[in-house]
């Protein structure tokens, strides 16, 4: 079992950065694949950034790409999401969650089996 807590929300205006983290309790945090998501008001939730076990590689969502990094610290049980040049449409709750598929497929959420609660990020214009 892995729970997730995200943290680092908040507002901001067009054009700052937010960091977001998302701290993992359990010993096998190095065994998830790791994804960021997100989710607007009257919107779907959104694939956003995920990174493999062994942070070696990463995968973007074209909205993001560019402006956003995931990175992870196994070693410190964490993820982050560093949002720079925030825009307006970037505004929604932001979920971290652990894929511990085999057959892990980044953007698709019903691969991760855990997720957090989520963290507000505004982004004001």
């Known amino acids: 079992q892995v729970q997730l807590v995200e943290s680092g929300g908040g507002l901001v205006q067009a054009g700052g950065s937010l960091r977001l983290s998302c701290a993992a309790s359990g010993r096998t945090f190095s065994s998830y694949a790791m994804g960021w998501f997100r989710q607007a008001p009257g919107k779907e939730r959104e694939f956003v950034a995920a990174?493999?076990?062994?942070?070696?590689?990463?995968y973007y969502a074209d909205s993001v790409k560019g402006r956003f990094t995931i990175s992870r610290d196994n070693a410190k049980r964490t993820v982050y999401l560093q949002m720079n040049s925030l825009k307006p449409e970037d505004t929604a709750v932001y979920f971290c969650a652990a894929s511990g598929s085999t057959n892990w497929s980044p953007p698709t959420s019903y691969e991760y089996r855990y997720w957090g609660q989520g963290t507000q990020v505004t982004v004001s214009s």
């Open positions: 990174v493999s076990r062994s942070g070696g590689n990463t």
